[in-house]
């Protein structure tokens, strides 16, 4: 026989269930780095717009630079998917870090703490009007002073409104 709890506990799980899309909707973090998209960013046909993502990388954790010193690391990277209402023209990453780690002979180009990612973009004159948003993903391998993590890609939603 199967106890009213249990029977509580399966009623619960449709309920549970609605409380974690959230976090699969967002699907911008891991446990050592977050990154946040502007809430809402606005732009007009025919115009450039600029949206900066904040990466925040957990206390003693770095990733490689978009430019690392050596080509067996991974690079940081950010790309968006191609849409009729932006074109990505560029990413600009921030200045990185050198810092020195055992496993390497020359300092490590990294990024570290709080950082932000620019990207520019055109919209085109003929950009259907409204609201959307704009799917990009955060190619990245994080590291601390002994290991590191195995290679991670994180999607970032950019919502825009073209008016």
């Known amino acids: 026989m199967i106890s009213r709890n249990c029977f509580s506990l399966l009623r619960s799980i449709p309920a549970l269930a609605w409380l974690a899309i959230p976090l699969w909707l967002s699907g911008q973090s891991s446990s050592v780095l977050t990154a946040t998209a502007p809430p809402k960013t606005a732009a007009r046909r025919g115009s450039a717009l600029e949206a900066r993502i904040t990466v925040q990388l957990r206390n003693g954790y770095h990733v490689n630079s978009h430019a690392p010193n050596d080509d067996y690391l991974i690079p940081l990277r950010l790309?968006?998917?191609?849409a009729e209402?932006?074109?990505a023209l560029e990413v600009v990453y921030p200045k990185p870090e050198l810092h020195n780690y055992a496993f390497s002979s020359k300092p490590v180009s990294v990024?570290?703490?709080d950082f932000p990612i620019l990207t520019r973009f055109q919209v085109p004159a003929s950009a259907p009007l409204g609201p959307g948003v704009l799917l990009g993903k955060l190619r990245y391998q994080a590291c601390n002073h002994d290991s590191c993590l195995p290679p991670r890609t994180l999607e970032v939603r950019l919502p825009y409104e073209i008016q």
């Not at 790309?79 to 191609?82: A, H």
């Open 111 to 113: 990024f570290t703490g």
């Open 85 to 87: 209402s932006l074109k």
């Open 79 to 82: 790309r968006w998917d191609q």
